[in-house]
């Protein structure tokens, strides 16, 4: 009987307020070490910790936006460990009544599959400081910039059966926070990062002993450690071993997952509520507020587009999928055939971007000119082939597609006069040609084609090409 194989996320997003959540220091990344840094997150004697209420309100967004049950009364409690970049001892955080309760993501898989992912919590926590190793040797620094950032640590149900799927929900969840503009979601700056619990059980069977592996902050680094640890746990299973319930990291340049420390339980870090914060309350009208401030979502955002556009489901998934995406795809898409805008965007742009390492928002394209590329194919100023080797000028060089056209002579040949004289002339140098398509050899039409338009280097007119070359070929 195969293994079944059970995967729960804990995501950490931080919030992209101005300032950290229990004090005013700024949360701007890349300051000189402790630059960022006052008696509060410090944790000097006597300090006192005050609520950032932008941070309240973000992890409101991001409740009403999954669905989620929200607490009008929640509290925050002490987690107690000890670790070197933790200057208090403990760290603030939210255990037993969590300011966002359930609620709820539908996934879509490659597939072309739904599939619901229940959300158990999501609470607002302090993040620790970061200790340096690199630029020391046998020593460890300690930079405490990042301590007391404002973090909404998101934790799902284990609902996910394969480590596609996993990348999949936390792929939704990434396009999700940054269209709320709760947070950057820069993963290589630890914005947006997580924790894959994985378990291993016989199906129908109770839960496995978990490993959990931290700080995971890449897609492929989840989907490739998840892999990974499936198949140490098989190993174990299978030669008769257990499943030492542990913490565990991924090592990105060996491809593999390590011990890192036994798994800790709730009861090892001594929570109990925070005697320096009063309960966090919340109030009927606060909520509504956040709600009239909601921007168009991702699932209404697709749900428009299938509308709208009439585009098919998967083609609104993919262009709705981070938002500057689906408004780059908006700008295109104006006066224009959506499905053709909607190709051009999935197709040449994202190839182009994937093949260069870009993200949409680096896109060297400026959506508008992409429309006006466009408008030239649909008023047949240039073909099909032509626009792509523009595109390709514009991706490399940047500039304007008129400009473009006109200094490289690329307009399209449309005089029927001119595009006869080059037919005549290619039936006269290719008489034999002529005759066996004449006498029934229909594929030779395909030659005949490519002789013209390799005449007028692709210039020609393909419709009134094919028209007037049928003819000529006819009549002669």
Known sequence: MAWEVVIGLEVHVQLNTRTKIFCACSTAFGAEPNAHTCPVCLAMPGALPVLNEAAVDKAIAFGLAIGAELNHRSVFA???????????????SQYEIPI?????????????????????????EEDAGKSLHEAYAGESGIDLN??????????SEPDMRSAVEAVAYLKK?????????????????????????????????????????????????????????????????????????ET???????????????KEEANDYRYFPDPDLLPLQLEEERIERVRAALPELPDARKARFIEQYGLPTYDAAVLTAAQELADYYEIVATDQDAKLAANWVMGELLGALNKAGLEI??????????????????DQTISGKIAKEIFEILFAEGGSVDAIIDARGLRQITDSSAIVAMIDEIIQKNPQQAA?????????????????????????????????????????
Request: proline share 4%; aromatic share 8%; charged share 25%.
């Open 173 to 245: 969840l990434h396009a999700l926070v940054r269209y709320l503009d709760i947070s950057d979601g820069n993963m290589q700056e630890g914005s947006f990062r997580c924790d894959a619990n994985v378990s291993l059980r016989r199906p129908g069977e109770p839960f496995g002993t978990r490993a959990e592996i931290k700080n995971l902050n890449s897609f492929r680094f989840l989907e490739k450690a998840i892999g990974y640890e499936i198949l140490r746990q098989q190993d174990i299973l299978e030669a008769g071993g257990k499943v030492v319930q």
């Open 361 to 378: 928002e680096s896109c060297p394209v400026v959506a508008e000119e992409l429309r006006q590329l466009l408008t030239r194919i649909a």
């Open 100 to 124: 966002v309760g359930r609620g709820h993501l539908d996934v879509l898989l490659p597939d072309g599959m739904e599939k619901r992912i229940n959300i158990t919590r999501a609470h607002l």
């Open 248 to 262: 565990r990291l991924f090592d990105a340049n060996q491809g593999e997952t390590r011990s890192m420390r036994s």
């Open 436 to 476: 066996d398509y004449r006498a029934g050899k229909e594929k030779l039409f395909g030659f005949f084609v490519g002789q013209v338009m390799k005449a007028s280097q692709g210039k020609a007119n393909p419709d009134q090409v094919n028209a007037l070359l049928r003819e000529r070929l006819q009549a002669q």
């Open 78 to 92: 002490r987690k107690n460990y000890f670790y070197p970049d933790l200057p208090k001892g403990y760290q603030i």
């Open 146 to 155: 990042r301590a007391g950032t404002p973090l909404l640590e998101i934790v």
